[in-house]
């Protein structure tokens, strides 16, 4: 349906701004849930290993490939639904499918049966992002978008370090298969509380934007994307961080229980408070950051996230070179901060970048990017690579795959970012260039 601006405008005024800051912070809470029951597993993995006697290649695949290989491809025609309908709706649906499976995981009686409710999970997952980005894009203007995106991004640090607080906790003192169900179970009842308290927001409604109605097609919109080149360089830059991020959170627990023997309740007390604490503060600074830096020219806020970058390569050598648990884990802290400043600009522009009845499946596009090669290639990578240097390293082989991991890829994705500064003022003044 055609509207006219002024139209815009008033169905803009009929959301408060308190109903705005309660979609948000209640998204912010199913994003949590959605990493919670996405990153509970790793630090899982060590138990799963022994009653399952299964290698870290199998691992690796369990923690990112048989997740990420529905989630990405599934989120994109789940997008086209979201751009053509009730975008709260299909999320409270999605929150409910990838709950379930969540508790269906901790009924597994093999790892066939764990790999397949894990292929559950990232179906579900698929139906949250796309959609709450193009939500948060309509609650907030440009001016205020990575901000409001770094607050969402807030779900992953909150999700990451109650899924290491709780999972490990119940893990060493009551068993794995009860933390899944422990985390699974509400995810249930939150899905109930989207479905009837949050107001879907008018499509355009804070940029005064006209929503001419068109529903454009998949192919269409990466067609549009592919011709700018900033996306395409905030995609693989992101693609690459992700590879990393993923790689570490995946296996970093691996690694310091069997270079320095820590429990897993200990490593789930430190390290979900450093993900938490010191990734919920890349994330939402990062945002805040690009928007006060953005405010003079879009380009500063990417060379402010490019150096970010450098700065957590070269701190991250310190973490896998250090001689006890306890010093890996207080170098950890800074990189906890800087690897995360990328993701909320990424979204923000990403959904600037694109007319309105594009954007979820833009989110979904750059979302597919990001996981197909960061969450299915580098928890499958760094797991090979430790099978590939147990021969030499032994225990200590999970500590060099890591560490060889990030030797590369740091400077590389910190690259992708100063380019995609130098495209993105010419991109975003070509916004409406279908």
């Not at 939402?284 to 405010?295: E, L, S, T």
Request: glycine letters at 10%.
């Amino acid at each position: 349906m055609v509207i006219s601006a002024a139209d815009a405008v008033n169905r803009s005024q009929t959301i408060s701004k308190g109903a705005r800051r309660y979609a948000l912070g209640l998204l912010v809470v199913v994003y949590t849930f959605n990493f919670i029951d996405r990153q509970i597993l790793a630090i899982l993995l060590p138990a799963i290993k022994i009653e399952f006697a299964v290698d870290d290649r199998v691992l690796g695949f369990l923690a990112g490939s048989a997740f990420a290989l529905f989630y990405a491809t599934l989120g994109i025609p789940i997008a086209l639904i979201a751009d053509r309908s009730n975008r709260r709706n299909l999320i409270a649906l999605a929150l409910a499918v990838w709950s379930g499976m969540t508790a269906l995981s901790g009924l597994a009686a093999n790892i066939v049966h764990l790999v397949l409710a894990r292929i559950g999970v990232g179906i579900g997952e698929a139906g949250c992002s796309p959609p709450a980005h193009s939500m948060i894009a309509d609650y907030y203007p440009p001016e205020r978008r990575s901000t409001a995106m770094g607050i969402y991004t807030l779900g992953i640090s909150s999700g990451i370090m109650i899924a290491y607080l709780a999972g490990g906790w119940v893990a060493q003192n009551i068993g794995w298969r009860e933390a899944f169900l422990i985390v699974g179970i509400p995810g249930l009842v939150l899905a109930l509380l989207v479905r009837f308290t949050m107001i879907e927001p008018q499509r355009g409604a804070s940029e005064n934007r006209v929503d001419t109605g068109d529903r454009p097609g998949i192919l269409k919109v990466a067609r549009f994307l592919a011709r700018r080149k900033s996306f395409l360089h905030m995609a693989f830059g992101a693609a690459l961080a992700s590879f990393l991020g993923y790689a570490i959170i995946s296996f970093y627990p691996s690694f310091l229980v069997r270079s320095f023997s820590m429990s897993l309740s200990t490593i789930g007390t430190y390290l979900g408070l450093i993900l938490g604490i010191a990734g919920g503060l890349g994330f939402a600074g990062g945002g805040y950051v690009a928007d006060k830096v953005g405010r003079r020219s879009t380009r500063y806020s990417f060379r402010v996230i490019a150096a970010a970058l450098l700065l957590a390569w070269i701190l991250n050598f310190p973490v896998f070179f250090a001689s006890s648990g306890y010093l890996s884990l207080s170098f950890f802290i800074i990189p906890a901060i800087f690897s995360n400043v990328y993701l909320a600009t990424t979204f923000a522009q990403t959904q600037s970048l694109v007319p309105l009845r594009m954007r979820a499946v833009a989110s979904a596009l750059i979302l597919f990017i990001i996981n197909i090669i960061g969450l299915g290639f580098g928890p499958l990578l760094a797991g090979a690579l430790s099978d590939y240097l147990a021969a030499g390293y032994g225990n200590e082989s999970m500590r060099y795959s890591l560490l060889i991991i990030g030797a590369v890829i740091g400077p590389w994705t910190a690259f992708h970012y100063f380019m995609a500064g130098k495209h993105i003022e010419h991109d975003l003044a070509r916004v409406d260039e279908i």
